[in-house]
């Protein structure tokens, strides 16, 4: 933690999967949401894809970060994918003023929780908690 403005500023970790691609995002961060549209469910492979978004100046590359892969659909949506690993890695949007954080490549704790759901009317039929669901804390095979 270091300060910033006299106030204190967490600085939360993230990294791809094979770690070639890390960066810092200064918190506080005010919530996760997830995208449970058509396209979001497919570039994650599940349900919903969980993310958040940050002024650019709260971001930093720590290695890899031009080392992404962009796919883009004739809309000019998509992902930005590391080059090696296949992880969905953090982009901008909108030139550059905001980045997209995929909330699954933090390493370090968030202090925060969903605070959205967006494109409810796409979920898929399977991505709803069973009442009968069972939880584990490591795969209990
Ligand atoms: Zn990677
Ligand atoms: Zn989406």
Same mark, same amino acid.
């Given at each position: 933690?270091?300060?910033?403005?006299?106030?204190?500023?967490?600085?939360?970790?993230?990294?791809?999967?094979?770690?070639?691609?890390?960066?810092?995002?200064?918190?506080?961060?005010?919530?996760?949401?997830?995208?449970?549209?058509?396209?979001?469910?497919?570039?994650?492979? @599940?349900?919903?894809?969980?993310?958040?978004?940050?002024?650019?100046?709260?971001?930093?590359?720590?290695?890899?970060?031009?080392?992404?892969?962009?796919? @883009?659909?004739?809309?000019?949506?998509?992902?930005?994918?590391?080059?090696?690993?296949?992880?969905?890695?953090?982009?901008?949007?909108?030139?550059?003023?905001?980045?997209?954080?995929?909330?699954?490549?933090?390493?370090?704790?968030?202090?925060?929780?969903?605070?959205?759901?967006?494109?409810?009317?796409?979920?898929?039929?399977?991505?709803?908690?069973?009442?009968?669901?069972?939880?584990?804390?490591?795969?209990?095979?």
């Amino acid at each position: 933690m270091r300060l910033v403005g006299g106030a204190p500023m967490t600085t939360h970790r993230g990294s791809c999967l094979c770690r070639s691609v890390t960066f810092e995002v200064d918190g506080p961060i005010n919530g996760v949401g997830s995208c449970h549209c058509s396209k979001c469910r497919k570039v994650s492979g @599940t349900g919903g894809n969980a993310q958040f978004i940050v002024r650019a100046g709260r971001f930093r590359w720590t290695a890899g970060g031009d080392g992404g892969t962009r796919f @883009t659909l004739p809309d000019g949506w998509g992902p930005t994918r590391c080059g090696k690993c296949g992880s969905p890695i953090p982009a901008s949007f909108d030139g550059g003023e905001r980045i997209w954080v995929p909330a699954g490549l933090m390493d370090d704790d968030l202090g925060t929780d969903f605070k959205m759901h967006i494109f409810c009317g796409s979920r898929a039929d399977w991505d709803r908690e069973s009442p009968a669901a069972q939880h584990y804390d490591e795969d209990p095979r």
